[in-house]
């Protein structure tokens, strides 16, 4: 890392304020603000697959699951709760949902809401 022009006397100490992009630490802050954002989404993180947040119940249809990988999500769920993920990404961070659509799963629920469950996948 270089210092900014102007002040390059070589013998100055930097302190970095936050993480920056590229950096050791930078997943782990990215990973605790993500975490803190989702938390007050009202989803719970997965206690196996930390990049896994959930929220709702099947019953009820107000379920969502959200993934992360880096800075991309994949959701699946009601789309209300799914907006208010993408619209708090906006707002916070500037990331939109225009992305290429690579391919969509649509999960059928088979009644009575206990039943079985239906993967279709389209790629």
């Known amino acids: 890392m270089q210092p900014p022009p102007g002040y390059e006397d070589g013998m100055s100490v930097w302190r970095l304020l936050k993480g920056l992009y590229g950096l050791k630490q930078a997943g782990r802050i990215w990973h605790e603000r993500l975490k803190a954002d989702m938390e007050e989404l009202g989803y719970t993180q997965c206690p196996r697959d930390h990049?896994?947040?959930?929220?709702?119940?099947?019953?009820?249809?107000?379920?969502?699951?959200?993934?992360?990988?880096v800075d991309n999500e994949t959701g699946v769920g009601a789309r209300y709760q799914l907006d208010r993920v993408a619209k708090m990404f906006q707002q916070k961070y500037g990331?939109?949902?225009?992305?290429?659509?690579?391919?969509n799963i649509r999960l059928v629920r088979a009644v009575p809401s206990i039943g079985p469950l239906k993967i279709v996948a389209r790629l």
């Open 95 to 103: 990331i939109t949902g225009e992305g290429e659509l690579v391919g």
């Open 51 to 69: 990049a896994v947040f959930r929220i709702g119940t099947w019953t009820k249809d107000d379920w969502a699951i959200c993934t992360f990988w």
